[in-house]
Nanobody, 123 residues
Framework: VQCRRLGGGLVQAGGSLRLSCADP????????LGWFRQAPGEEREFVAA????????NYANFVKGRFIISRDNAKNTMFLQMNDLKPEDTAVYFC?????????????????WGQGTQVTVSS
């Protein structure tokens, strides 16, 4: 899977960015997908997940109401729309493919990981 950042990686607090994750090998069509992030010196943490049909989503509390996860199965692509960004959102963001049809908050439930993309939010 390949993570891409649509728009600049440096944004001011309150701004927005959209991340995409494409899977040219088409391994994600029946799998849940997730976004995680990792700040320097921190553990990788769950951000959001979506089921394979897109009907079920879940979010970490710290992004609820600000981030939106979505997917386009016809294009094997997942998105993370990030709004009202805060400096504490600064991290490398990773997309991941779940082992099941649901996306969960546990890292061990994911089998494929994207290479990550840097997001930096200035105050």
């Amino acid at each position: 899977v390949q993570c891409r950042r649509l728009g600049g990686g440096l944004v001011q607090a309150g701004g927005s960015l959209r991340l995409s994750c494409a899977d040219p090998r088409r391994t994600t069509s029946n799998n849940g997908l997730g976004w995680f992030r990792q700040a320097p010196g921190e553990e990788r943490e769950f951000v959001a997940a979506i089921s394979w049909r897109g009907g079920t989503t879940n979010y970490a509390n710290f992004v609820k109401g600000r981030f939106i996860i979505s997917r386009d199965n016809a294009k094997n692509t997942m998105f993370l729309q990030m709004n009202d960004l805060k400096p504490e959102d600064t991290a490398v963001y990773f997309c991941a493919v779940s082992r099941s049809s649901y996306g969960t908050s546990r890292r061990e439930d994911y089998r494929y990981w994207g290479q990550g993309t840097q997001v930096t939010v200035s105050s």
